[in-house]
């Protein structure tokens, strides 16, 4: 376990085979310098490494987006009622301060979801 806080990733791990980014932004660029030749960087936010930084590095970078699937989601819920699955709330905001949350969504140190509390 890294703790990002008070040491860098570039600092801790070197010649890793994949790098799956959850964080995004500037941490792309940092992170492929981890990266053995022939490795496989994938995102989950916003921000893959440079073209030319992947090709100099000899690795492949890609955006992982997922599509909606209403059965999927309905399973999901099922799980949910059943307590099989909790899903993580970092935090409930009311719709009013929805800039407050994109903020701090953006800050890009979320553990969890953040909902908005929409109003009837």
Same mark, same amino acid.
Not at 13 to 29: E, S
Not at 34 to 48: D, E, N, S, Y
């Given at each position: 376990?890294?703790?990002?806080? %008070?040491? $860098? =990733?570039?600092? #801790?791990? @070197? ?6 980014? %959850?964080? *995004? *932004?500037?941490?792309? &660029?940092? =992170?492929?310098?981890?990266?053995? #030749? $022939? ?12 073209? +030319?930084? @992947? @090709?100099?590095? $000899?690795? %492949?970078?890609?955006?992982? =987006?997922?599509?909606?699937? @209403?059965?999927? =989601?309905?399973?999901? &819920?099922?799980?949910?009622? +059943?307590?099989?699955? %909790?899903?993580?709330?970092e935090k409930v905001y009311p719709f009013s301060e929805t800039r407050s949350a994109?903020?701090?969504? +953006? &800050? *890009?140190?979320? #553990? $969890?979801?953040?909902?908005?509390? #929409?109003?009837?």
């Amino acid at each position: 376990m890294v703790d990002y806080q %008070t040491a $860098g =990733l570039e600092h #801790c791990a @070197a010649q890793v085979d994949v790098v799956f980014d %959850t964080v *995004g *932004g500037p941490n792309a &660029a940092r =992170l492929v310098t981890t990266m053995k #030749c $022939g490795g496989r960087f994938v995102t989950i936010a916003r921000g893959l490494p440079a073209d +030319e930084q @992947a @090709a100099a590095a $000899g690795i %492949t970078a890609r955006n992982l =987006l997922v599509r909606p699937d @209403a059965g999927m =989601l309905v399973e999901i &819920a099922r799980r949910v009622d +059943e307590g099989f699955l %909790t899903p993580q709330i970092e935090k409930v905001y009311p719709f009013s301060e929805t800039r407050s949350a994109h903020i701090h969504g +953006e &800050a *890009g140190h979320v #553990c $969890g979801k953040l909902v908005l509390n #929409c109003p009837d």
